[in-house]
């Protein structure tokens, strides 16, 4: 009886070590998410990202840090230009090696990704990664630094990115949520595996229609939507438009004229700005392709 009550004693002890031992660790998601950020706007986009996709994320951090006064930073990338040096980073914690998906986000400083981006394309191997692009940007330029990355990382599979205005950023989760549709189909419907992942114009919207010249409506929803934004001088010549999600949203070609009369002022030039009308809401312009 004794020996009995001795065996289930250590029968119950042995139950309770197993039920309170962690279990093996789930697997490690394959999709990380690396971002720089100074001002914290692409952070931001950054983690509703990783909590979208329930990915791991890291930030880029720099052994010395920019200035976050806005000249301070503008002549410390002039001087490193000039000195043709890189900001040094630290180094990651994660592994890149262990993801297949790596999300990448910056802000956009002078047309393209911000420079510790550069460094960290000089440390990590992204040859057969899926690589993602994500920014933050006073007026644009998703499409010119996703164009920088496919330069730079010829083995690497550059996706379609994701870009915002800091202006709009009230606006960026719904954006990222309707963003990452497609990568949570890509990335986690295990029957899109290599070649059978569709192709991405499964994903993108219908085109907008032909060009034709603003109206005088047109040219109102223009000026109401670059009005107040002071690198902007444009004038818009002609416009398509097509149904957007919560309204209509606006391709428009307009010329950029000179802001003011000096001779590092860009000279005049085409260039296409998209502007959202939403139900109720003034027109804000999304992006401008230069
Ligand atoms: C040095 C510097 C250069 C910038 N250059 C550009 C630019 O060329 N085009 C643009 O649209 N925005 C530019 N910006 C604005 C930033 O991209 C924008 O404020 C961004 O949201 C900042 O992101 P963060 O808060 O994650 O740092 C620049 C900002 C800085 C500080």
Not at 47 to 71: H, K, M, R, S, W
Not at 139 to 150: H, I, M, Q, R, Y
Not at 170 to 191: G, N, R, S
Request: proline residues 7%.
């Amino acid at each position: 009886m004794k020996v009995m009550r001795i065996l289930l004693g250590l029968t119950l002890v042995l139950m309770v070590v197993v039920s309170c031992t962690p279990r093996k660790e789930a697997p490690k998601s394959k999709v990380l998410v690396l971002y720089y950020s100074l001002t914290s706007n692409t952070k931001t986009v950054a983690q509703e990202i990783a909590t979208g996709l329930n990915a791991d994320i890291e930030e880029i951090a720099l052994v010395e840090p920019y200035d976050t006064a806005f000249q301070a930073t503008i002549d410390r990338c002039k001087a490193d230009r000039e000195k043709g040096i890189l900001p040094e980073i630290k180094p990651l914690k994660s592994n890149v090696a262990d993801y297949d998906w790596i999300f990448i986000g910056y802000p956009i400083w002078f047309g393209t990704y911000a420079p510790p981006i550069a460094s960290l394309l000089e440390k990590v191997d992204l040859s057969d990664k899926w690589v993602v692009p994500f920014c933050t940007f006073g007026s644009g330029g998703l499409e010119s630094s996703t164009k920088d990355l496919a330069d730079k990382l010829p083995k690497a599979k550059i996706m379609t990115g994701y870009g915002v205005r800091a202006a709009r950023m009230a606006a960026m989760p719904k954006e990222v949520e309707q963003f990452l549709k497609k990568y949570t189909t890509l990335i986690f419907d295990t029957t899109n595996i290599g070649p059978n992942i569709p192709s991405e114009s499964a994903f993108v919207p219908a085109d907008f229609p032909e060009q034709h010249p603003v109206s005088a409506e047109e040219n109102a929803i223009f000026e109401a939507a670059v009005n107040g934004y002071p690198m902007l001088n444009a004038k818009a010549k002609t416009v398509a438009s097509r149904t957007a999600l919560d309204g209509i949203e606006y391709l428009f070609t307009a010329m950029d004229m000179p802001r003011e009369k000096k001779a590092d002022m860009p000279p005049a030039s085409e260039i296409k700005v998209y502007v959202i009308v939403e139900k109720g809401k003034a027109p804000e312009f999304t992006k401008v392709v230069r």
